[in-house]
Structure formats: C-alpha cells, structure tokens
C-alpha cells in the first residue's frame, strides 16, 4: 500500500509560480513511478509531468515544458512539481499517482495509487 499527499496549491496570479509537494509513504513505495496529473472543471484529467525513481529520468506534457519541472528526494520519499510562468490554463485540481515500472507514463490508467490532490488556481 502506498499513501501520497499532495500541498503546496493555491491562488496566485499569472506570470507567477507554485512549487507543489508529494509526501509518500508505504513499504513498498519504491516500487513505484511518481507522475503529476490535473483536471480542470469540466475536463478529463491529464498528465503534466512524471520522474522515475531509477534515474531520474522526466517526462512533461508539451503544454507545461520549459515552465514545469518535476524532482524528487529519494531520501525523504518527496516528490516536488516546480511551476513558473503560470498561465491561467493551468488552472485545476493537481494530483500526485503512483504507478508501477513497464507501464505507460501518461495514462491516468497506468496508476495504481492517487492522492487527494490540491488546488491550483491562476487568475489572469
């Protein structure tokens, strides 16, 4: 069983920027791929960037590359989204998920455990 909270979320103006934080824990975390997700109202929930725990290979959306960046600390079972030049676009529910090697990355399917998410809201 692997647990995630996310925090770090809130209103900020665009231009701006945000550094989102996954906390995990669970015996077997280290199994385990870490990957940001968001939805926005309205809309399907889309992948914005993941890391492996390997070595620390990223991937991003096309959407947020160049503003995002996506880290980690092994040590501290940390997973951290760093976001500058928030666009108003951004705006969504930013979830933290789990998923297990040989699976693909960018599909919501692809993870087997979620946190509760946090709110990240870009006023223009």
């Known amino acids: 069983q692997v647990q995630l909270v996310e925090s770090g979320g809130g209103l900020v103006q665009a231009g701006g920027s945000l550094r989102l934080s996954c906390a995990a824990s669970?015996?077997?975390?280290?199994?385990?791929?870490v990957g940001w997700f968001r939805q926005a109202p309205g809309r399907e929930r889309e992948f914005v960037a993941a890391?492996?725990?390997?070595?620390?290979?990223?991937l991003y959306a096309d959407s947020v590359k160049g503003r995002f960046t996506i880290s980690r600390d092994t040590v501290k079972n940390m997973v951290y989204l760093q976001m500058n030049s928030l666009k108003v676009d951004d705006t969504g529910v930013y979830y933290c998920?789990?998923?297990?090697?040989?699976?693909?990355?960018?599909?919501?399917?692809?993870?087997?455990?979620w946190g509760q998410g946090t709110q990240v809201t870009v006023s223009s």
């Open positions: 669970g015996r077997t975390f280290s199994q385990y791929f």
């Open positions: 890391i492996t725990r390997s070595d620390g290979d990223t």
């Open positions: 998920a789990a998923r297990p090697p040989y699976t693909i990355v960018v599909l919501p399917g692809s993870y087997k455990y």
